[in-house]
């Protein structure tokens, strides 16, 4: 069992940044692609980030594409999502993820069985 834990999250105005940090513990990090999603109330939690094992391999959603980044520190067991750019839009509870049966976890949420709690963030305009 791996235990997903987030945090960064917060209030910021429109055009700040955040960097959110997910810190996994219970089992070897490397080897475990994660995922960044998001959601909000009525909706769907949909996806925004991914990356491999090693970080060799990474994607967006295209709402982020260019503002969001997605990193890995392996030897301290944590992932990494920095916002910059931030839109009211962008506001969200947003969950890390984590996949321990392929290279990459990809963009379907199904992909990925840990879950962190959520971390909230709030962009105002």
């Known amino acids: 069992q791996v235990q997903l834990v987030e945090s960064g999250g917060g209030l910021v105005q429109a055009g700040g940044s955040l960097r959110l940090s997910c810190a996994a513990s219970?089992?070897?990090?490397?080897?475990?692609?994660m995922g960044w999603f998001r959601q909000v109330p009525g909706k769907e939690r949909e996806f925004v980030a991914a990356?491999?094992?090693?970080?060799?391999?990474?994607e967006y959603a295209d709402s982020v594409k260019g503002r969001f980044t997605v990193s890995r520190d392996n030897a301290k067991s944590t992932v990494y999502l920095q916002m910059n750019s931030l839109k009211p839009e962008d506001t969200a509870v947003y969950y890390c993820?984590?996949?321990?049966?392929?290279?990459?976890?990809?963009?379907?949420?199904?992909?990925?069985?840990?879950w962190g709690q959520g971390t909230q963030v709030t962009v105002s305009s």
């Open positions: 993820a984590g996949n321990p049966s392929a290279y990459y976890g990809g963009r379907s949420r199904t992909n990925y069985i840990y």
């Open positions: 990356i491999s094992w090693s970080g060799g391999s990474r």
């Open positions: 219970g089992r070897t990090f490397s080897t475990i692609a």
